[in-house]
């Protein structure tokens, strides 16, 4: 950060929580320059104007990015701006603090003291800055096709397999080649897609003079052809989720006279602490 980003958050800072209050920036920057009784042009980091309904009343603020705390000389400048100008209060926002003197000087001319720092080594732990909690109703409907049984209609039932195991299992047809009994299930599952939920579903397929495998029992049977048994399954997997959103702190604002402060998270959010 430099001064003129510097100055660039606090004139966000004070028009966001202004806004409320119907603060409005009329000035901001090098090109903010206010005339004074003495016939100087004073430039003006920051000016807002707020009204109470009867009188508009403006504040000139000051933004310091300095290295030190700030003496009542910076004090005594803005003092003189404010009494030039007619310009109803002063504020003077500061990276570093205030000196002592600084600060009772600043009390006498009613000029408002703010602390704008970014965190520093010993304040990690207040990194975590939450934002809001998303809650999601998810309604979901599942389906899902169910193989119930697999059969086979043997030439000769002495011959059966001992156990049907489809990802071990191929079917020799009568011309010689070879289909894996998984593509006949995927089969299967593409025809109970098509049906209604919970609809008991059979099928037959025909193999004529083919074989059945099990290739690693080295089981062989002959058959005319399997049937399958299924139905198309329908499951609500209804749930709730909770997403916290959470944003890093990045600066503490301290106003010394009012004793008010606020946390600030990089993405420009702004939350008033508890005292």
């Not at 005594?76 to 003197?101: L, N, P, Q, Y």
């Not at 193999?207 to 139905?231: C, D, P, W």
């Amino acid at each position: 950060m430099d001064w003129e980003e510097y100055e660039a958050i606090t004139k966000y800072i004070y028009e966001a929580l202004g806004r409320e209050r119907g603060l409005e920036i009329v000035g901001y920057g090098s090109k903010c320059k206010v005339p004074g009784k003495s016939g100087a042009t004073h430039q003006i980091d920051v000016l807002t104007t707020h009204s109470d309904g009867i009188h508009d009343y403006q504040t000139a603020i000051e933004c310091k990015y300095w290295e030190k705390k700030l003496n009542k000389d910076v004090v005594m400048k803005v003092a003189s701006i404010i009494d030039d100008t007619d310009i109803d209060k002063g504020v003077i926002v500061s990276k570093r603090g205030f000196t002592e003197d600084g600060k009772s000087f600043a009390k006498q001319k009613n000029i408002g003291l703010v602390e704008l720092r970014e965190l520093d080594a010993t304040e990690a732990k207040e990194t975590d800055f939450p934002i809001a909690e998303i809650v999601l109703n998810l309604k979901i409907k599942r389906k899902r096709p169910k193989i119930l049984n697999i059969e086979f209609d043997y030439v000769d039932i002495n011959t059966e397999l001992s156990k049907i195991e489809p990802n071990q299992m191929i079917v020799r047809l009568e011309n010689g080649n070879e289909v894996a009994l998984n593509e006949y299930i995927s089969s299967f599952k593409e025809e109970l897609h098509k049906q209604g939920p919970s609809k008991r579903i059979k099928k037959y397929f025909e193999l004529e003079n083919a074989n059945v495998i099990n290739y690693l029992s080295k089981e062989i049977a002959q058959i005319r052809g399997l049937t399958m048994y299924g139905f198309l399954e329908l499951k609500n997997m209804n749930n709730t989720r909770h997403f916290n959103i959470v944003d890093k702190v990045w600066l503490k604002m301290k106003s010394i006279f009012e004793e008010n402060s606020y946390t600030i998270s990089k993405l420009g959010m702004i939350k008033k602490d508890n005292n």
